[in-house]
Structure formats: C-alpha cells, structure tokens
C-alpha cells in the first residue's frame, strides 16, 4: 500500500499532467470517431443499471474529466455532479454546460469530498480507478455520499488480453499523454476493490471487445476512421455474444458494479 506522501506526489503528478494536457485529452470527447466510440463504452455499461432503475436520479461522477458522461447519459439523470481534481479539465466542464441548472462540476480530491451523507444514486466511474491511490480510502469516501441502494458503476482497463497489453505498451512509449504508472487491473484486483466498500451484488462483467480502440485517440483522418469507429460499435454486439466464459477476459475493459448497502 502508497504511504501518504507517497500518494500526494502521485496524485500531484497526475493532476499537473492533466492540467497540462486538458485541451488534447478533451478532444477525445469532441472528435466523431472518438466521441462516438466513448459514448457507446458508457452507455452499455450503464445499460443495466438504467433498466434496473428507469432513472439514475443524481449521479456523481468521480475523475469526470470534462463531463461528457453527462451528455452520453442525457436524458437518464435528473441531476449530474461532475467531480475532478484537475482544475482546467473541471473549468472546460463548467463552461461546456453553463446554461445546465441540473449539471455541476466540483474540483475535488475523490477521499474528501465536499458533499453531504448520501446523496448520490449513482457512482459513476469512467477510467478513473487506475489513476487513484489508496483505494480502500477511495471507496469508503464514495460509501459516505451513497445512498442506501445507490448503484456503483466503474469501467476500467483490464490486463487480461495479452495482446492488448502489448499494445498499450507501444503506445504508452509513444503518447505522452499516457501517465508514466499507468495500471491495468486484474480481475482478482477488481473484485479486491469492491471488496473495500460495502457493496452487495457485486460483479465484473468484461465489455468493449472491438469499440475502445476508437475512442482513445482522434485519429486522422476522420473520413476513415469515422466509418470504422461506427462499423466497430455495429459489430460490438456480435463480439459480445460470441465472447463468453474464459473469452471475455479478451476485452478492453472490464465493468464493476455493485449496490451499496
């Protein structure tokens, strides 16, 4: 486990580095192909979770980023609480949606979080577990604002593809934008995590077989790769269908989700 200190200058890297590069990272959520890639990602994971509910009532949003969970969930929410310690990613949020009244972003560090006891519906977490230390703090944190039911939703990277750790490796020694630790969980990790909360019906489903490469880079140019994205995220389901039992770990991404007590 990251000692405090060790934790804070993690976390003040990590921060710094996404001040820095918050104008390129947000392109991710603007460019078509990318944008159309990361929306599909949220909203099949979300998918259960909106069946289960009909509503997700107030969500927070932890490492939201620029907030653009907020459009890909729009219409689902009644309220959205964008939570981020970077504070040019929050500002590009705020002017995003200045007209909203039922969307806000908070520039917060997720283990002291300004909010009241349980508020939130719906933890969303979108990418945003492997750049967080101390995890067991994190999740007691997010407990705290949970409503008694509230859902718990994060989609993470997961390592279980050989194949794809390969390329995330070569593309880490050419993106600077990747942070220099960055961590992709196993499914036992991910499990460790939800084990650190008090959660009921936990589960990892793994999800994103053929669309996440799309919505990692604005590739150019867009006159290619727009139709690609688009023929990856038709194809999503069929992948899906046919990767089951020991297949799924050929994923990108693998989904916790959990109901706090």
């Not at 929410?77 to 200045?98: Q, W």
């Not at 909010?115 to 990418?127: N, P, S």
């Amino acid at each position: 486990m990251a000692t405090s200190s060790n934790s804070s200058q993690h976390e003040e890297i990590d921060r710094a580095l996404f001040d820095k590069i918050s104008k390129s990272y947000a392109r991710k959520d603007v460019v078509p192909s990318t944008r159309a890639a990361r929306r599909a990602i949220v909203k099949r994971a979300m998918r259960p979770i909106i069946a289960e509910r009909g509503g997700l009532g107030t969500v927070i949003d932890i490492g939201c980023g620029i907030g653009a969970q907020a459009k890909y969930l729009e219409g689902d929410f009644d309220n959205y609480i964008g939570v981020d310690y970077s504070h040019e990613l929050i500002e590009i949020g705020r002017r995003t949606f200045a007209d909203r009244s039922d969307i806000r972003f908070v520039e917060a560090n997720v283990k002291n979080l300004p909010f009241a006891e349980e508020m939130a519906d719906v933890i969303l977490i979108v990418g945003a577990l492997h750049h967080m230390t101390d995890l067991e703090t994190v999740m007691l944190s997010l407990t705290r604002i949970a409503k008694p039911g509230a859902n718990f939703v994060a989609i993470e990277p997961q390592c279980g593809n050989p194949l794809i750790q390969c390329l995330r490796w070569m593309r880490m020694q050419l993106d600077t934008h990747y942070s220099s630790d960055q961590k992709f969980f196993s499914d036992r990790e991910l499990h460790a995590i939800l084990d650190f909360a008090p959660l009921t019906k936990t589960r990892v489903e793994y999800q994103g077989f053929l669309t996440p490469p799309f919505g990692q880079a604005g590739v150019r140019p867009q006159i290619l790769f727009r139709p690609l994205s688009a023929l990856a995220r038709a194809l999503e389901p069929v992948a899906e269908f046919i990767c089951i039992g020991p297949l799924a770990r050929l994923s990108w991404n693998a989904v916790c989700y959990g109901k706090f007590e």
